[in-house]
């Protein structure tokens, strides 16, 4: 995606090209992209992410529920750090920390044989957890990244790199 092209609440855009998002009002507003089966990011969190930490919605989708989440997010699973929630039931979550200050590499791709996400992080398969089935990250209509649909729960970090596809990526094509 082209962040500038997208600013919404103007996240800082820094000299290595990423974006920076201040937990608070910065957010890429992107808008109906449709349905979707991968999602892949680079991402750098300001502060530690465990089972224990605030919630930070990273992506929303549609309604302010829906998205991908950092932290301790959902209270129907345990010891969660990143959390597909693609409805209002079906949780895929890792539960790999993240340290605060390192650039990490995300990948979630809809799994048909298993029906549930894959999540990789550094292109090592890391789901841990999941409760309930959805065949893709959900209709897009209100795609907004750094934060939820009610602009309530954002993301403290910097990101780059964002791809957004319509196909299931394999195992392969993640490490490359």
Same mark, same amino acid.
Request: negative net charge; proline residues 0%; aromatic residues 14%.
């Given at each position: 995606l082209n962040a500038s092209a997208y600013q919404s609440a103007n996240p800082l855009i &820094? %000299? &290595?090209n990423s974006m920076e998002f !201040?937990?608070?009002?910065n957010?890429?507003?992107? *808008? !109906?992209?449709?349905?979707?089966? /991968? +999602?892949?990011?680079?991402f750098n969190p300001d502060s530690a992410i465990t089972a224990v930490s605030a919630a930070q919605r990273i992506f929303g989708f549609n309604t302010g529920y829906y998205g991908i989440t950092l932290? *301790?997010?959902t209270g129907s699973i345990t010891g969660e750090t990143l959390t597909v929630l693609p409805d209002g039931s079906s949780r &895929?979550? $890792?539960?790999?920390? =993240? !340290?605060?200050g390192r650039w990490y590499f995300i990948t979630i791709s809809w799994n048909s044989t298993v029906n549930y =996400?894959?999540?990789?992080?550094?292109?090592?398969? %890391?789901t841990d +957890?999941? $409760?309930?089935?959805?065949? /893709? +990250?959900?209709?897009? /209509? @209100? =795609?907004?990244?750094?934060t939820d649909n009610n602009l309530a729960t954002g993301f403290n970090g910097q990101m780059s790199q964002v791809g957004?596809? @319509? /196909? &299931? +990526? $394999?195992? !392969?094509e993640v490490s490359s």
């Open positions: &820094t %000299s &290595t !201040d937990g608070a009002d957010y890429l507003q992107v *808008g !109906d992209i449709g349905v979707e089966k /991968s +999602l892949a990011f680079w932290g *301790g997010a &895929t979550a $890792t539960t790999k920390e =993240f !340290d605060a =996400f894959d999540i990789y992080v550094d292109g090592v398969l %890391s +957890l999941n $409760t309930g089935t959805h065949f /893709s +990250l959900v209709d897009w /209509s @209100n =795609f907004k990244i750094g957004i596809f @319509n /196909s &299931t +990526l $394999t195992a !392969d």
